[in-house]
Structure formats: structure tokens, C-alpha cells
């Protein structure tokens, strides 16, 4: 079965530091993978995709996140956290086969602590 | 202003009592889609549509009905709520062609039945 999965239910991160949640798939052929945000009380937000090409791409608020193939991973990645960006991350993936259908991770909750 | 809306935003019901809940959006995205949010499981998706009358199920559709009569609405609809649909819903809308298939995210309804 095709499956996303986000390793770790809660990331804590002193601002400042550098920030990684991760993200590993598995699905057949070469899927589009995003990122989204969801801060309390609020719907999600779209942060970045992948699509094809160089395996770093850029987004909001200044995230990024690299795409690795052979290790099926897309981890989203900030150079230094600010509290604001505290927030639940989802990372989703939508196989070429898929439909437009989307398979989802359960969610990483990220904590910058000041 | 581009956005899904949804309403209600917050809906406390009792077991059995029809109710739906609408979705819209302004950016003429031939592709909706409703899921429901429960912690440590992610987004699940219940129903989703390619276009006006073109409706299909998602992971979890037992107990939902949807409907697509224009390209902007959406609306969820529960025939007899149960508990178990307890949860948070949101609403999610894109373009399906080319790579504009980042989903825009309404604002979520937080459904309780009792």
C-alpha cells in the first residue's frame, strides 16, 4: 500500500537553530510531494511542492524542504526558527497514478521554544 | 479576495439530526474535496469531485453524501450524524491541470454530535 509517513509526532527547536521535520513516502513512479502548514484554529496552508527538477526547492516563510529519490524522503528544512513558525506540518504526496488524490502524513507538531 | 469559505464554523448537533455543512470557492478550481481531520490521523479523505456532477468517494465516505451542482459549491451533507463523526472538517479546492494542483483549504468546521 502507498503510504506517507512522518516519523516524528513533535519536533522542539530552541529559535535560532536550524529546523528539519521529515518526511518518508512510499509510492510507485515519480510522485509530486508538498508540504503544508496549519497553524491553531486555521485551515492549512500550501509551503512548497516538488515537482521535477533541482531536488531543493524554496517556499514560504523561508522554508525549504530536499527531495531525495533514493532515500524517498522530502524533508522540510529552516535555517533558523522563529516561535511564529510553531505550527502542525503535514506533508503530503500525490502518486502520477493517483487521480489528483493526495496521500497524506498524520503530522508533525513543530515547538520553537524562545 | 481568492478563498474557500465554509459554514458553519463550529456546529454542535445530537445523534440523528440532518445537517450539512457548505463549502465554496472563488477561484473556479474544477477540483473540491472534503476531509476530516482527527488527531495522530491526519487528513482522511471522504469525498472529492473532478468537476460539476462528478462526485467520488474517498478513504472514509460511510455515512456522507456530497453533491456538485455548480463549480463553486460543495456542500458535505449527513444524512443521520453519528459520534463518531465527531471531528474537524475542512474543505479544499484546485486547478487540475498542469502543475496549479496545490490544494487552497477552507477554514475548517468543527463538528460535535452528541
Known amino acids: 500500500a502507498q503510504s506517507v509517513a512522518q516519523p516524528e509526532d513533535q519536533v522542539n527547536v530552541a529559535e535560532g537553530n536550524p529546523l528539519t521535520v521529515k518526511c518518508t513516502y512510499s509510492?510507485?513512479?515519480?510522485?509530486?510531494l508538498f508540504w503544508y502548514v496549519q497553524y491553531p484554529n486555521r485551515g492549512l496552508q500550501f509551503l512548497l511542492k516538488?515537482?521535477?527538477?533541482d531536488n531543493l526547492v524554496k517556499g514560504s516563510y523561508g522554508f525549504e524542504a530536499e527531495f531525495n529519490k533514493s532515500q524517498t524522503s522530502f524533508h522540510l528544512k529552516k535555517p533558523s526558527a522563529l516561535v511564529s513558525d510553531s505550527a502542525l506540518y503535514f506533508c503530503?504526496?500525490?502518486?502520477?497514478?493517483?487521480?489528483?488524490?493526495?496521500?497524506w502524513g498524520a503530522g508533525t507538531k513543530l515547538i520553537i521554544k524562545p | 479576495e481568492a478563498q474557500v469559505t465554509q459554514n458553519p464554523r463550529y456546529l454542535i448537533t445530537v445523534t440523528g439530526k440532518k445537517l450539512t455543512v457548505t463549502c465554496s470557492q472563488n477561484?473556479?478550481?474544477?477540483?473540491m474535496s472534503w476531509y476530516r481531520q482527527d488527531p495522530g490521523l491526519g487528513l482522511r479523505q471522504i469525498y472529492y469531485?473532478?468537476?460539476?456532477?462528478?462526485?467520488d468517494k474517498g478513504d472514509v465516505p460511510e455515512g456522507y453524501k456530497v453533491s456538485r451542482k455548480e463549480k463553486r459549491n460543495f456542500p458535505l451533507i449527513l444524512e443521520s450524524p453519528s459520534p463518531n463523526q465527531t471531528s474537524l472538517y475542512f474543505c479544499?479546492?484546485?486547478?487540475?491541470?498542469?502543475?496549479?494542483?496545490?490544494?487552497?483549504f477552507g477554514p475548517g468546521t468543527r463538528l460535535t454530535v452528541l
Open positions: 516538488y515537482i521535477t527538477g
Open positions: 479544499a479546492s484546485s486547478f487540475l491541470a498542469g502543475d496549479y494542483n496545490e490544494q487552497f
Open positions: 509510492v510507485s513512479g515519480n510522485p509530486y
Open positions: 503530503a504526496v500525490r502518486p502520477m497514478d493517483s487521480n489528483y488524490q493526495l496521500i
Open positions: 469531485s473532478m468537476n460539476v456532477e462528478v462526485t
Open positions: 477561484m473556479n478550481h474544477e477540483y
